[in-house]
T-cell receptor, first 116, second 112 residues
Framework: ETGVTQSPTHLIKTRGQQVTLRCSSQ?????VSWYQQALGQGPQFIFQ???????GRGNFPPRFSGLQFPNYSSELNVNALELDDSALYLC???????????????FGEGSRLTVL | GNSVTQMEGPVTLSEEAFLTINCTYT??????LFWYVQYPGEGLQLLLK?????DKGSNKGFEATYRKETTSFHLEKGSVQVSDSAVYFC???????????FGRGTSLIVHP
């Protein structure tokens, strides 16, 4: 059984640039969620994808966007980067039926983004 | 809306001490409750869960009991080890939401 993998693990960008983060979900999982974790804080929900469609979104601006592919892998894109976007971005996969999951999430190790 | 409140850390203990990390919640309906653990440099891992009132979740010596009357889900361990040093997150998921809500996390530091 393959766990959740994320890439890249670390990256540095400058303000105004764009970034794409990638996530491969755990084998057998059909749902991917993205979280932003600032230093010393809990994960903040960005959005969730189920069957290639966004089916939930947190309080993040439209410059945060995503995709889910037919193999259930996913991308998080952030445009016009700001200094406050510096954080650990976590991807979590789960198995959902009819779009609702049990709440048990399987997390990757995260992508640490630094915006200068 | 849903929210989770955890005690502030860091919690610093000596090895073999008793651990309690408090967690209280506000939610609509009857949520499922979770504890996740994040070891240094890693993502979060599910530690234990409880899905209804009076359920006790347990794993790796950790326990937490779903207390509906006090809206609490405190994490306990009888004898901590240095390897338990990590950040612990309480979370809930209510039936009407797709998404778990996380607390801010409590850092645990265990000294030999």
């Amino acid at each position: 059984e393959t766990g959740v993998t994320q890439s890249p693990t670390h990256l540095i960008k400058t303000r105004g640039q764009q970034v794409t983060l990638r996530c491969s979900s755990q084998s057998g999982h059909n749902t991917v969620s993205w979280y932003q974790q600032a230093l010393g804080q809990g994960p903040q929900f960005i959005f969730q994808y189920y069957r290639e469609e966004e089916n939930g979104r947190g309080n993040f601006p439209p410059r945060f966007s995503g995709l889910q592919f037919p193999n259930y892998s996913s991308e998080l894109n952030v445009n016009a980067l700001e200094l406050d976007d510096s954080a650990l971005y976590l991807c979590a996969s789960s198995l959902a039926r009819q779009g609702a999951n049990t709440g048990e999430l399987f997390f990757g190790e995260g992508s640490r983004l630094t915006v200068l | 809306g849903n929210s989770v409140t955890q005690m502030e850390g860091p919690v610093t203990l000596s090895e073999e001490a008793f651990l309690t990390i408090n967690c209280t919640y506000t939610a609509t309906g009857y949520p499922s409750l979770f504890w996740y653990v994040q070891y240094p440099g890693e993502g979060l891992q599910l530690l234990l869960k409880a899905t209804k009132a009076d359920d006790k979740g347990s794993n790796k010596g950790f326990e937490a009991t779903y207390r509906k009357e006090t809206t609490s889900f405190h994490l306990e361990k009888g004898s901590v080890q240095v390897s338990d040093s990590a950040v612990y997150f309480c979370a809930l998921k209510s039936g009407g939401s797709y998404i778990p809500t996380f607390g801010r996390g409590t850092s645990l530091i265990v000294h030999p």
